[in-house]
């Protein structure tokens, strides 16, 4: 966690992708964790206050919408910040109607990216019913 208190958690099934973008937010001074599937985030993490979630929209254990109506149910308010690697109209417009905060293509622009986090861990979110 990092010293106020606020966490990133990223969610992506490829090891490069959480190496790299564990060692952008650590230099950003967030704290957090790092989860290779949906599952395993859900049944790792308990507190979810001061946390934004950077996912990939394509899991291989779960659909990025029913992840983030699950973590919403546990913390209302979750920013979710979603990334993908292939551009698909259909799960953007739909994640942004679920409360997506931000929605980034990759290779992500990491400015763009952080300014998004540090944005969303200190906006108001609404975040859609369950």
């Known amino acids: 966690m990092s010293q106020d208190g606020t966490r990133v ?3 992506d099934s490829d090891a490069s992708v959480r190496r790299a973008l564990c060692r952008l937010f ?7 964790e790092a989860y290779a599937t949906g599952r395993e ?6 507190d979810l206050r001061e946390t934004c979630i950077v996912a990939d929209t394509r899991l ?12 919403g149910q546990r913390q209302v308010g979750l920013p979710f910040i979603l ?6 109209e259909d799960t953007r417009r739909r994640a942004r109607s ?4 931000a929605f980034f293509r ?20 609404p975040v859609a019913a369950p």
């Open 9 to 11: 958690i990223l969610i």
């Open 26 to 32: 650590a230099s950003a001074g967030f704290g957090g």
């Open 41 to 46: 985030f859900l049944a790792g993490t308990a």
């Open 60 to 71: 291989p254990d779960i659909g990025i919408l029913d992840l983030m109506r699950l973590a």
């Open 83 to 88: 990334l993908t690697s292939e551009e698909d």
């Open 98 to 101: 679920a409360g997506a905060a």
């Open 106 to 125: 990759k290779p992500i622009d990491a400015e763009a990216l952080l300014d998004s986090i540090r944005w969303a861990l200190h906006s108001p979110f």
